[in-house]
């Protein structure tokens, strides 16, 4: 589904990527065909929860997934013209570091704890480029003032645990950024970090990405993060993209009953009076199935009979409107049958009738599944309690019992 | 509710009627001593995580713990259930003082304060199933019989919203939305007139955040229960509690109503923290101005001397440095009614620039008396880059 | 406006659960059962179980039974795996040498596991001073290499089989207080237990329904080696010549001894009995490292 971005050709072109982890006992499809374009210079966000398959997607983009559980079961990743699933490993190891930076949630992973921040950053900028140590060092003393470390000749003989938390992730964007890569990557950068040692780092990105016109990817779980960071912002659930906008549009009129309903159950700091949160009822899915129709339909206020069995498409919100990729002028695009109308987005609720249709027969129900205030129905019904996958608890990866992918799952 | 033997049933239970005070907090102080050598320990020095905190809680209410890592919170509410013994300072519960309480004495307070963990993973005994994990309150203190401590296992996990008929399931089996239910049913298992919530929903995925918000709301106006609610993520605390404490290194450094807070921060401290958090929404996000505090938080071992925020205070650098904020350490002092803030200049900091554009709230008129301090900042919030409001000197990245 | 939500109170149908509860053990069993290399050191354990015990009904001769005139016969029909220096049938002896290994083997590290887990839980479960003494007097144990200490108490209490127990166990004892140590130790500052803690839970509480009952999967493991480690002192010792004085008992060590100075005659004899000490600790080596995977933590979510 490419459509006309603009007179460029995107920097990232993402379709129909579908990730898949297998063990002996079980298939998780952590990734159900992704599509996704990104523009030179442009911020994307990527949100949702743990399971939703956003961290997956950046880890399956690099070919970082854990083996031999994760594999890229479909798709093309461009970049440049080169498919990125299919190209070999050499030419991707070249890549990484020097088109494609990424960094993760927790540096004192990502970092050597028994090498110098100076041996790691001279090693990264070497491996790319031809030149001494000593221009080397000098880059990264560069670096290291650029992302705001005081005394960075002192700080460079200085092991990772020396520093704190958030310097090392500033330390992590500076060896990200130390070959100028065209993309970058940041895996829920800051969700490791105080609050105001967060918004120096994000203050940091955003900077540093403006400045030398890098197009960054960001990853996270808070919508606030996105808010104030991104242009435009994918809306994943399940392993599916289910709304996509322009930042300010999807926050003016978010569509999809997930986007509504997440909007409607975080505290906002900025609240008149304190509104009882609308929580979404029941739990991610058990991705250990194959997904059949809508995954959001056990929990989703909306739904009718068709989002059982039919799994929507990504559409734009209005027919026949020029499909618009990437950019400001992005096309606002849900995968949803029965959006919600902009008075029910606003309400976090449904204002009409009809909706809510119970499982069909052969639903395995959510035994363990948590009832609180209310509970959805048909009037007159029996109530299917919180259709969804057989057996309670986890979801993702985890549940097979796999090392999880880096920053995936339980927060 | 039915009766759990040995309680009473009434909401309320014993002591103090709704409204009036429940918990007070006299200086506390929970020093941890760092010792060094293997045979012969030799004391060289204090964490001083807890380091003089006085507040009072009255029933029913729900008060707000918030701070960032290492402020002390989470120590002060175990402290509070005597997890911790108080170096100096003293616990009131309900009229008596169990700072020092051992014992049977002891045993007999706890059974009416209780606690929620953070880690739905970590805070259930896996080899124990979800009834024998929720009645284990009343299998310690000998409340009920076998039983009748299986009835009201199956009763609490109706009321925290699960089905009872999973009672004999094991903690690996549910997600951590439902074990962190099965947390709090553990805690309601003795009718307790205090819950202290340990940062209950931060490890939980953000659409079931709001299911447990929810959740311990309803459960406190059924119950009649008072919360403890400590926790880093200021939205949250704002939302679910009455008043809030604001802690900065062992400290308090403000504390007053919830909406108060919101519209009228009165500590540089607690405006930068409003500043730095994230809203959702694009427009408001493009009013706000972050205040990027300087450095990392000092060590409490070593605590500034004088105002323990001055190292990274940006209103003392715009004040020019003044000598109180090094040598004096300000108290705890009521500002305006129910607003207590430690801060030599609170005056300053009502209806300053930073404190307006720290929500993007449209600035409305401050009932706090302050003197005539005009807005440091620009009239109208630009647009653009530039959004971040320094202190003085530091560039957009400072360390 | 019907409703579409059913009031507050409503009264919603239970499902009835529809699978049993899976305990931990039962993941742990299943995991267990898939790996292929811990079923093999299973099947060699049941095998010498059940040789062990039913030695008595399957051995063709007594252990001390000779058939005269038969010294060092290779192996034939009439004698599975040839006689001995005194005629007696080494098939035989090597089966009742099964029930002296497994018992010796069972019941010293049972002490052991006793001595030494006890020892450790105390240093873990109240730390400080106690636990600095407690472990370095562990340590100084741990220095003294096992069959050495092992040989030190034979020789200090006697030989036979009770002292050859003991001994074992004293050089299995350390592992065990180390293991339960560092269990407990980790298990104090986990959430449940500061929860019991915090609800008021008196320290053997503590101890016995929450650390303990969570310190087993470890311990299990390193029974399980100890089993194998056990197996192979007991025959060094007998080897040694500290082995049971009772000419009545076979025990491989002995066997192994009494047979070394003949290899040139009797080559099968050595071969057999080392056979059958190795194959046996393989078997609880096997099962020991099947056991430390499906036991993993990991299972925990």
């Known amino acids: 589904m490419t459509g006309v971005a603009s007179d460029k050709r995107p920097l990232l072109l993402v379709e129909d990527l579908v990730v898949r982890f297998r063990t002996h006992d079980s298939l998780v499809h952590a990734v159900n065909g992704v599509s996704f374009e990104l523009e030179s210079g442009e911020t994307l966000g990527l949100v949702g929860e743990s399971g939703c398959g956003k961290s997956v997607t950046s880890l399956a983009m690099m070919r970082l997934l854990p083996k031999p559980a994760g594999r890229i079961e479909g798709g093309r990743v461009l970049f440049d013209d080169f498919d990125l699933v299919t190209l070999p490993e050499r030419d991707m190891r070249d890549l990484r570091g020097r088109e494609i930076a990424m960094i993760f949630q927790d540096p004192m992973t990502s970092l050597n704890p028994v090498l110098t921040i100076e041996e790691q950053m001279v090693e990264t900028i070497q491996a790319h480029r031809k030149v001494s140590t000593l221009q080397a060092r000098q880059r990264a003393i560069e670096l290291l003032e650029m992302v705001g470390i005081p005394q960075p000749e002192t700080r460079l003989r200085s092991h990772p645990h020396q520093f704190s938390g958030g310097m090392r992730q500033r330390v992590m964007i500076a060896i990200a950024l130390a070959l100028e890569p065209r993309l970058m990557i940041a895996d829920e950068p800051t969700t490791a970090l105080d609050v105001t040692i967060q918004a120096q780092v994000l203050e940091l990105l955003r900077h540093l990405t403006t400045e030398t016109g890098t197009a960054l990817i960001l990853i996270t779980h808070d919508l606030g993060v996105v808010a104030g960071m991104t242009q435009r912002i994918n809306v994943m659930y399940a392993g599916f993209i289910v709304e996509t906008a322009t930042t300010p549009e999807l926050f003016a009129t978010p569509s999809h009953p997930y986007t509504v309903g997440l909007l409607h159950s975080i505290p906002r700091l900025d609240e008149e009076r304190p509104e009882r949160l609308i929580p979404i009822e029941g739990t991610p899915p058990d991705q250990r199935r194959a997904p059949v129709g809508c995954p959001f339909a056990p929990r989703c206020a909306w739904r009718l009979e068709v989002c059982w069995t039919d799994n929507p498409a990504l559409e734009p919100l209005e027919a026949g409107v020029r499909l618009v990729t990437t950019g400001p002028g992005a096309t606002h695009r849900i995968a949803c049958h029965n959006p919600p109308t902009p008075e029910e987005a606003a309400a976090g609720r449904p204002l009409r009738d009809g909706f809510v249709a119970a499982a069909p027969p052969g639903v395995l129900l959510d035994e363990l599944a948590a009832v609180d205030d209310h509970v959805a129905a048909l009037p007159g019904e029996e109530v299917a309690l919180f259709p969804g996958d057989e057996g309670p608890t986890s979801t993702g990866p985890s549940a097979a019992g796999l090392p999880l992918p880096p920053e995936e799952g339980r927060r | ?399 | 406006m019907a409703s579409i939500t059913a009031p507050v109170g409503t009264p919603v149908p239970r499902v009835v659960p529809e699978r049993a509860s899976r305990g931990l053990w039962r993941d742990a069993v299943s995991r267990l059962l898939r790996n292929r290399p811990a079923l093999v050191g299973l099947a060699i354990i049941i095998v010498f179980v059940v040789v062990a015990i039913l030695a008595p009904v399957i051995a063709p001769y007594t252990p001390l039974g000779r058939d005269p005139g038969q010294v060092f016969k290779p192996p034939s029909a009439a004698h599975l795996m040839g006689t001995d220096r005194q005629s007696r049938d080494v098939f035989s002896r090597i089966l009742f040498g099964a029930q002296i290994s497994l018992t010796v083997g069972v019941v010293s590290v049972l002490m052991g596991l006793v001595m030494g887990g006890t020892v450790g839980a105390l240093a873990g479960a109240f730390g400080g001073r106690a636990d600095t003494i407690l472990m370095r007097c562990v340590d100084v144990l741990l220095a003294i290499p096992g069959i050495l200490l092992a040989i030190a108490i034979v020789v200090w209490l006697d030989r036979g089989l009770l002292q050859i127990m003991f001994a074992v166990a004293a050089t299995n004892a350390p592992i065990f207080a180390r293991i339960l140590r560092g269990s407990m130790l980790a298990l104090r500052e986990s959430d449940y237990v500061v929860a019991a803690r915090s609800m008021g839970a008196p320290t053997f509480r503590l101890l016995f329904k929450h650390m303990l009952p969570n310190s087993l999967t470890p311990l299990i493991v390193a029974a399980t080696l100890a089993l194998a480690t056990a197996i192979i002192d007991v025959a060094g010792l007998g080897f040694l010549g500290l082995g049971p004085d009772d000419p009545r008992i076979a025990e491989w060590g002995t066997m192994l001894t009494g047979a070394s100075s003949f290899y040139r005659q009797a080559p099968f004899i050595i071969l057999f009995t080392g056979a059958a000490i190795s194959v046996t600790a393989i078997g609880f080596n096997l099962l020991g490292d099947g056991l430390r995977e499906a036991l993993d933590p990991r299972l925990r979510r």
């Open chain 2, 1 to 399: 509710m039915t009766a759990v033997p040995g309680t009473t049933t009434t909401p309320t239970g014993g002591g103090a009627a709704v409204g009036e005070e429940l918990l007070r907090l006299e200086e506390l102080k929970v020093w941890f001593p760092i010792t060094e050598g293997i045979v012969l320990e030799r004391h060289i020095g204090d964490v001083q995580a807890v380091d003089g905190v006085t507040f009072a809680l009255r029933r029913g209410e729900t008060l707000g713990l918030v701070g960032e890592s290492g402020c002390g919170k989470t120590t002060t509410g175990r402290a509070i259930v005597r997890l911790y013994t108080p170096t100096s300072g003293r616990i009131v519960f309900d009229g008596v003082d169990i700072s020092t309480l051992e014992g049977a004495a002891l045993r007999r307070m706890r059974r009416r304060m209780q606690m929620i963990f953070q880690d739905p993973y970590a805070s259930l005994n896996p080899r124990m199933n979800v009834s024998a994990i929720i009645a284990e309150p009343m299998d310690i203190h000998g409340v009920g019989t076998k039983r009748e401590r299986r009835e009201r296992g199956r009763e609490l996990l109706a009321t925290v919203g699960l089905n009872p008929d999973f009672a004999d399931r094991y903690p690996h089996e549910f997600s951590g939305g439902q074990r962190q239910r099965i947390g709090v049913a553990r805690a309601l298992a003795l009718n307790p007139d205090l819950v202290v919530a340990d940062e209950p929903i931060s490890a939980l995925d953000v659409s079931i955040q709001a299911q447990i918000i929810n959740l311990l709301e309803r459960l406190q106006g059924e119950f009649g229960l008072t919360y403890l609610f400590v926790a880093h993520d200021l939205s949250v605390v704002a939302h679910i509690s009455d008043r809030i404490a604001v802690m900065y290194l062992g400290r308090i450094v403000e504390l007053t109503s919830s909406r108060e807070l919101n519209r009228h921060p009165l500590h540089p401290y607690t405006v930068a923290l409003l500043s730095a958090i994230p809203i959702p929404d694009p427009v408001v996000e493009a009013r706000r101005r972050r205040i990027i505090l300087r450095g990392d938080v000092p060590s409490p071992v070593n605590p500034p001397s004088g105002c323990r925020f001055h190292t990274r205070c940006w209103l003392r650098e715009r004040l020019g440095n003044p000598e109180s904020c090094v040598t004096i350490d300000p108290p705890l002092t009521e500002v305006a009614p129910g607003h207590e803030v430690a801060c030599h200049f609170a005056d300053q900091v009502d209806g300053s620039a930073e404190q307006v554009l720290a929500t993007g709230r449209r600035p409305a008129p401050s009932p706090a008396p302050t003197p005539a301090a005009a807005p440091t900042g620009p009239a109208t919030p630009p647009t653009g880059p530039e959004r971040t409001l320094e202190a003085p000197g530091s560039g957009p990245a400072s360390a």
